[in-house]
């Protein structure tokens, strides 16, 4: 299949471009490659991507290119003509949603937006696309299923996240469009994101500079290693949306509809609370933290907790990597890349 993954410079992007390139699908990558974190390191995931297509015979080629961009879009959909779309672009994290609000409709409304018109326009077979566990906002009930309703975000990214979802379904109603929307939870591992805990605390128990714990450490998330993540978005990208026979208008599922539209949770199932999140890099790093306990932050939320019987059900798939193990990984990828050696 010829497979278009926007986002392909970006963390989740790479590693699920790594597994289509492997299994020898014709993977076009789609990335803007923009500064919102260290360019080098999203270059350096393009050269890993384009070394292994080329060892590998395999049909690669990577637009640059801002989704926002109607034109570049339009014009990658009709000379690629894809069979599946993998959308996993975004402007991500949820504090800087906070600060800068505008940088996320443009990424996560209009590209959205161009993605899903290219994707009807172009008779796109199924569109799989990156929502988050932070629609589920002010939800407390755990843990999170698609069946509950998630209409109090908590931050402006999960509000843009939610519409994504919202405009997909309604592609799927008026065009037949199949779309699956993939709640991540908490995703880390290798090549991850410099903006994100697990990279800020490695870094800064390295260098013996203090951590910012928030919530003293006592907030939980279901946090989940990217390659579980990678196989996840694969499985359901192949296993096209189809109208739920069962869906009923007077009482409606919101996970399905009598349209060709999904929802999933993919989480680990299992949440770990923060404090023992840092123990497990202490002892990957064989050093200790040295940390500043803070109150929970505006927009966060104090736990997530993923229920993925919806996603085993379909494609017979959940996560399943310890934490103490996906760390461990994370550890020693971050040594390699920067240089440095454990104290283990």
Not at 42 to 48: A, N, S
């Given at each position: 299949m010829k497979i278009l993954v926007t986002g392909n410079a970006g963390f989740i992007g790479f590693h699920v471009a790594q597994r289509l390139i492997a299994r020898g699908d014709s993977v076009v990558g789609f990335d803007i490659v923009n500064d919102y974190y260290d360019p080098a390191l999203?270059?350096?995931?393009?050269?890993?991507l384009a070394e292994q297509g080329l060892r590998q015979g395999a049909d690669y080629t990577f637009?640059?290119?801002?989704?926002?961009?109607?034109?570049?879009?339009?014009?990658?959909?009709k000379t690629h003509k894809f069979d599946r779309v993998i959308h996993l672009a975004a402007q991500a994290g949820v504090r800087y949603s906070i600060e800068n609000p505008h940088a996320y409709v443009q990424s996560n409304i209009v590209g959205f937006t161009n993605i899903i018109e290219a994707c009807r326009h172009h008779t796109v077979g199924h569109l799989t696309y990156a929502s988050t566990s932070s629609v589920y906002g002010a939800n407390t009930k755990m843990p999170f299923s698609e069946r509950y309703g998630v209409d109090h975000p908590l931050q402006f990214y999960a509000?843009?996240?939610?519409?994504?979802?919202?405009?997909?379904?309604?592609?799927?109603?008026?065009?037949?469009?199949?779309?699956?929307?993939?709640?991540?939870?908490?995703?880390?591992?290798?090549?991850?994101?410099?903006?994100?805990?697990?990279?800020?605390?490695?870094?800064?128990?390295?260098?013996?500079?203090?951590?910012?714990?928030?919530?003293?450490?006592?907030?939980?998330?279901?946090?989940?290693?990217?390659?579980?993540?990678?196989?996840?978005?694969?499985?359901?990208?192949?296993?096209?949306?189809?109208?739920?026979?069962?869906?009923?208008?007077?009482?409606?599922?919101?996970?399905?509809?009598?349209?060709?539209?999904?929802?999933?949770?993919?989480?680990?199932?299992?949440?770990?609370?923060?404090?023992?999140?840092?123990?497990?890099?202490?002892?990957?790093?064989?050093?200790?933290?040295?940390?500043?306990?803070?109150?929970?932050?505006?927009?966060d939320v104090p736990d997530t907790y993923s229920d993925t019987t919806a996603l085993e059900a379909a494609v017979a798939y959940r996560p399943a990597t310890p934490v103490t193990e996906g760390v461990r990984r994370f550890v020693e990828w971050y040594l390699n890349y920067h240089g440095h050696t454990a104290h283990v």
């Open positions: 999203k270059r350096r995931r393009l050269e890993i637009i640059e290119a801002d989704l926002a961009d109607a034109e570049a879009v339009n014009a990658a959909f509000a843009t996240k939610r519409a994504n979802e919202l405009m997909a379904h309604s592609y799927s109603h008026l065009f037949g469009l199949p779309t699956t929307g993939l709640r991540f939870f908490t995703v880390y591992g290798p090549w991850g994101r410099p903006d994100m805990a697990l990279f800020k605390f490695t870094r800064n128990i390295l260098a013996g500079e203090p951590i910012d714990v928030f919530n003293h450490g006592n907030h939980t998330r279901d946090f989940t290693y990217v390659d579980d993540i990678a196989e996840g978005v694969i499985r359901t990208s192949d296993a096209i949306a189809r109208p739920d026979p069962t869906w009923d208008s007077a009482t409606p599922n919101p996970a399905t509809s009598n349209a060709p539209y999904r929802l999933f949770n993919i989480g680990n199932s299992s949440p770990v609370k923060l404090s023992a999140y840092i123990e497990a890099i202490e002892e990957a790093l064989g050093k200790k933290a040295i940390k500043n306990l803070l109150p929970l932050q505006p927009g």
